[in-house]
Structures are given as C-alpha cells and as structure tokens.
C-alpha cells in the first residue's frame, strides 16, 4: 500500500556516532510494530529527493526515512535542537526520535542520551518549530483539537489533553542520563499540519483537570519538520 507523503522538511542537527537508528547503550530497545511504515516525508514544494549522503545529516539534510537525531545545544548555537535550560538539558546531550505509520495509528519512540540522571521530564509533540523563544513552538499536537483552547492556548482540559488524543513521551533518565520510551496512537499524522517539533519538559504531565498537559517548564526544544 503506498502512503502519501507529507509536504515537509526537516534539519538534523547531529547524527548520533554515525548511524540515525541508535539506541542508547544498555536501553531497552523499542521496535516498531511489525508491518508498520516509516514516516517518510518530502521536502520543500520543488525540492529534489536527497541523496544518500544527505540523509547522514548536517545543516539542511531533509529527513528522510522517519528518524531526526539531535545535539541539544544553547541558542545560537543550535537553532534546531536547543536546550533552554543547561542544567536540566546538558549541552551535548541528545535526542532521537523515530514516527512509523501503522495500519491502525502512528507510533513514535524517542531514545535520550546526556539528560541528568535519574531525572524525571514531560515531553510531547508540538505543534510548530523551535525558536529561541520556548513558547513559539506552540501548543501540543492534537488529533482533535480543543475547541475551548482555540482562542487561547493551552488546552488542560483531559478529554482533549490526554495521552490518547496527544503524543506523550514522558521518560526518567537512568543512572547514566539516558532514557527510551516508546508509545502508540490509533490515528495517523495531519499530511498537512503535522507534529513540528519535540518539547522536553521540567517535569511529568499533569492529568488532573484543569491542568492536564501541563508539565513545568520548556527545557529543550528540536524540530522536526520546517514550515
């Protein structure tokens, strides 16, 4: 079955020793389901597919096969993966996530390396890309969006802002500052407006009403795809 592309474009910042799908050392490895597709996306309208090469990484290098491996980084540094806060997100530390399409949903798993140990963060898929400002990449990812929010972001409302209508990738850090968590939607990625980025957080996400989504403040940012 061939799946459409989705008209977008990613910058990878570092590649994790070479090689786009690793795990950190001594983590749980998660595989995607079986039969499921890697998220494979375009580039800008007009653009050339990549080459091989380009898909190693390094400034403009567009994502190619559902994989976007980042070295967190203060601004200006890094425009793409940023650590807003160095002692929560070392510089050095880093982040890969990984989107397959399944026949009933979207998967997604994100691998950390370098965060402080035995440290607890939110994280979630959000809606635009990074800036230098925390707060331009926008509110989280929803399936179906919370109407009451619209005017005024974000939404903490749990019927809209849980795990199921969002894509949570909350982790713990082990003993060596690394962490791999994996978790699984049933609806596909917007072809369109998609997910832009990842936001780590200071803390795990709130579920209780009136603050459900919630997680403290934004401590890194990377994007995954460009406008």
């Given at each position: 079955?061939?799946?459409?592309?989705?008209?977008?474009s990613c910058?990878?910042?570092?590649?994790?020793?070479?090689?786009?799908?690793?795990?950190?050392?001594?983590?749980?490895?998660?595989?995607?389901?079986?039969?499921?597709?890697?998220?494979?996306v375009?580039?800008?309208?007009?653009?050339?597919?990549?080459?091989?090469?380009?898909?190693?990484?390094?400034p403009d290098?567009?994502?190619t096969?559902?994989?976007?491996?980042g070295?967190f980084l203060?601004?200006?540094?890094s425009t793409?993966a940023i650590?807003?806060?160095?002692?929560?997100?070392?510089p050095?530390?880093?982040?890969?996530?990984?989107?397959?399409?399944?026949?009933?949903?979207?998967?997604v798993?994100?691998?950390?390396?370098?965060?402080?140990?035995?440290?607890?963060?939110g994280?979630?898929l959000h809606?635009?890309?990074?800036?230098?400002v925390?707060?331009d990449a926008?509110?989280?990812?929803?399936?179906?969006?919370?109407?009451?929010?619209?005017?005024?972001?974000?939404?903490?409302?749990?019927?809209y802002?849980?795990?199921?209508?969002?894509?949570?990738?909350?982790?713990?850090?082990?003993?060596?500052?690394?962490?791999?968590?994996?978790?699984?939607v049933?609806?596909?990625l917007?072809?369109?407006?998609p997910?832009?980025?990842?936001?780590?957080h200071?803390?795990?996400?709130?579920?209780a009403?009136?603050?459900?989504?919630?997680?403290?403040?934004?401590?890194a940012?990377m994007?995954?795809?460009?406008q």
């Open positions: 079955m061939r799946l459409p592309r989705l008209a977008l910058l990878l910042v570092a590649v994790l020793s070479g090689c786009t799908d690793a795990t950190p050392s001594g983590e749980r490895t998660y595989s995607p389901p079986p039969g499921s597709t890697p998220w494979f375009s580039g800008p309208p007009g653009s050339a597919r990549p080459s091989p090469s380009a898909s190693r990484g390094g290098a567009p994502l096969q559902g994989v976007v491996t070295t203060p601004y200006p540094q793409i650590t807003y806060d160095p002692k929560v997100v070392p050095g530390s880093t982040a890969q996530v990984v989107i397959s399409r399944t026949a009933s949903g979207t998967w798993r994100l691998a950390v390396t370098g965060m402080v140990p035995r440290r607890a963060y994280a979630h809606r635009q890309q990074c800036t230098s925390p707060a926008g509110p989280h990812y929803q399936h179906v969006p919370d109407p009451a929010a619209a005017a005024s972001p974000p939404s903490v409302d749990p019927s802002a849980n795990p199921r209508n969002e894509i949570w990738l909350d982790f713990t850090a082990d003993a060596h500052g690394a962490a791999t968590v994996a978790t699984a049933r609806w596909h917007d072809q369109i407006e997910p832009r980025s990842l936001i780590v200071a803390q795990p996400t709130s579920t009403a009136g603050t459900a989504g919630t997680a403290g403040p934004r401590v940012c994007t995954l795809a460009r």
